[in-house]
C-alpha cells in the first residue's frame, strides 16, 4: 500500500504563500494519481487539485485556479502544492490522496484509496 504524509501548513496572512508537500512511501507511487483536498470545520471535504501518475494531466478547482499549482516528482515520491495569493477562505485541513486510478473522477473522495494525516492551513485577514 501506499503511506501518505503532507508537511509544510502553517498559519500566513492573506496574500502570502505556502508550499505543502506529500511524501509517499511505496514503489508503486508514480502509478497513483494524486489529489488534493480540503475541509474546514463544517464543512464538506472539497476538491482542491490533482495530478495524474505521470504528471502529464493537472486538474484544479476553480477557486483556486490562477493561484495553485500542483506538480510531482515522481523520481522522489513527492507531490506538491504550491499556494500563492492565499485567502481566508482557502483555511482548512488539507489532505493528500492516492487513486489507483481516478480517470474523470478526480473531484471524488470515494475514488481515492489512501489518505495522508492533514495538515493545517489558517490564513488570517
Known amino acids: 500500500q501506499v503511506q501518505l504524509a503532507e508537511s509544510g501548513g502553517g498559519l500566513v496572512q492573506a496574500g502570502g504563500s505556502l508550499r505543502l508537500s506529500c511524501a509517499a512511501s511505496?514503489?508503486?507511487?508514480?502509478?497513483?494519481?494524486i489529489g488534493w483536498f480540503r475541509q474546514a470545520p463544517g464543512k464538506e471535504r472539497e476538491f482542491v487539485s490533482a495530478?495524474?501518475?505521470?504528471?502529464?494531466?493537472?486538474y484544479y478547482a476553480d477557486s483556486v485556479k490562477g493561484r495553485f499549482t500542483i506538480s510531482r516528482d515522481n523520481a522522489k515520491n513527492t507531490v506538491n502544492l504550491q499556494m500563492n495569493s492565499l485567502k481566508s477562505e482557502d483555511t482548512a485541513v488539507y489532505y493528500c490522496?492516492?487513486?489507483?486510478?481516478?480517470?474523470?473522477?478526480?473531484?471524488?473522495?470515494?475514488?481515492?484509496?489512501?489518505w495522508g494525516q492533514g495538515t493545517q492551513v489558517t490564513v488570517s485577514s
Open positions: 490522496a492516492a487513486s489507483k486510478s481516478f480517470e474523470n473522477d478526480y473531484v471524488t473522495p470515494r475514488w481515492y484509496d489512501y
Open positions: 511505496g514503489r508503486a507511487f508514480s502509478t497513483y494519481d
Open positions: 495530478i495524474s501518475y505521470s504528471g502529464g494531466s493537472t
